[in-house]
């Protein structure tokens, strides 16, 4: 099983990007499949996720109303689309999934994807 995590680079306050993950060996409907992020010196936070029935689980505060995920089944893919950047966003975001369900704590995930460094900086 394998995610593949790309679309990170180097941005400035306000931009946007979109980061996409696809995975090889299964099929991201079988999974909740979510995104992680870890800003340095910080701990990892589970961001967003998408439970195996399609719901999405809520986003973390800091970026609610500025980041969106979502899927596409025929392409295996999931994306985080990541608007109005801030400095503080600053991270690598890592693709993860479970068998199970989508959880609030990151070390619950079965699956990690490598990472895509986010940089926001002016």
């Known amino acids: 099983f394998q995610l593949q995590a790309f679309g990170g680079g180097l941005v400035q306050p306000g931009d946007s990007l979109r980061l996409s993950c696809t995975a090889s060996?299964?099929?991201?409907?079988?999974?909740?499949i979510g995104w992680v992020r870890q800003a340095p010196g910080k701990e990892r936070e589970a961001v967003t996720c998408?439970?195996?029935?399609?719901?999405?689980?809520d986003y973390i505060d800091s970026v609610k109303g500025r980041f969106t995920i979502t899927k596409d089944s025929a392409k295996n893919t999931v994306y985080l689309e990541i608007n109005s950047l801030k400095p503080e966003d600053t991270a690598v975001y890592y693709c993860?999934?479970?068998?199970?369900?989508?959880?609030?704590?990151?070390?619950?995930?079965?699956?990690w994807g490598q990472g895509t460094q986010v940089t926001v900086s002016k």
């Open positions: 998408i439970h195996r029935n399609g719901r999405i689980r």
């Open positions: 993860v999934a479970d068998r199970r369900y989508c959880s609030t704590f990151d070390e619950e995930y079965d699956y």
């Open positions: 060996g299964f099929t991201l409907d079988d999974v909740a």
